[in-house]
């Protein structure tokens, strides 16, 4: 019998402009484990509403997510690819894990408190965004998922997903598998340009501080250039040059060369070179996964095809599980007629 391979499960949030963290955090491991492992990769649309958008922007981003997940080399007929408000089982399970997760807990992500401090804080900060690692969860153990590929700013979020998924077993029997987060290591964090002891965000309200993957090589050269260095001239992956830390490895997350070798190659160089070959290198992993994001959101029908076909195998997969815990919690099974998705 052939061997079952392992779940991967993960997501972006259609919630600005996708940056280099993203793509070199997140999407670039994404197309290296696909050969391996059974993949789900979702457009997590229902997170992005956890702050204020505008519906026909997050319309727009939603496709260009989906395009620029294809663009950068992840296969649809291997893997599920789908948009997270397709399949409602995900809204569902949300339900149910937030009766078995802590209000204390979610008061303790650093995620919560940095987004509810820019929310104004009190009162006016959206339930949604305390329950956001709820759906997070839900969106994991609806396809008995292994691993998670992310950014180490999700970590905090997986090992809440794994604390959950325990308590619900231990209160139950065993219904969920415990995934495993994984992080790249080169890439995990890329850091703001113009601050760079702070991650670099796609929702900075300051164009310098990212790179997108959409942006034309003049801006970044320009962006790349204008960069947060320091007085020191020395190319070195060192704590105590935060900006040129985050180009080498940015650099040596896009070409493959160590940070020894590439400290050794700029050595007595000072800084113009380095700034210049890093903003090349940037430039010609994106210019072709450029080009497949226009083509393909030139051809919606074919992106519906695709998200089509995602989410009717996500929601086949995770209505399975979500039966199960309704099951175990005391819901009363009804057999639905086939029509029902
Ligand atoms: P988000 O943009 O929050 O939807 O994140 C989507 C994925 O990209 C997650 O796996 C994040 O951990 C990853 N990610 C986001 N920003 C960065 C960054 N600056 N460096 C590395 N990974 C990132
Ligand atoms: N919260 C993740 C982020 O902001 C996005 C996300 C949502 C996700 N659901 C997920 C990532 C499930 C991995 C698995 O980066």
Redesign the pocket.
Known sequence: MEEKKKVIF????P?GN??I??Y???LKNWVKLQDEYDCYFCV?DL?AITVKQEPKDLRRRTLEVLAIYLAAGINPDKNTIFIQSHVPTHSEATWILNCFTYVGELERMTQYKSKSQNSGGGESVRAGLLNYPVLMAADILLYNTDLV??????TQHIELTRDIAERFNNLYSPTFNIPEGYIPED?????DLQNPTK????SSDNPNSYILIMDSPEIIRKKINRCVTDSIGKVKYSDDQPGIKNLITILSAITGITHEEIEKKYEGKGYAQFKSDTAEAIINELRPLQERVNDLLKDKKYLENIYKRGAEKAYYVSSKILRKMQKKIGCIPVSRSSESY
Do not use: R
Request: aromatic share 0%; net charge positive.
């Open positions: 993960s997501g972006i949030q919630s996708l940056t963290g993203n070199l955090g997140a997590v997170h590929p992310v950014g180490k700013d999700q890439g995990a964090k890329i850091m991650k670099m965000s796609k």
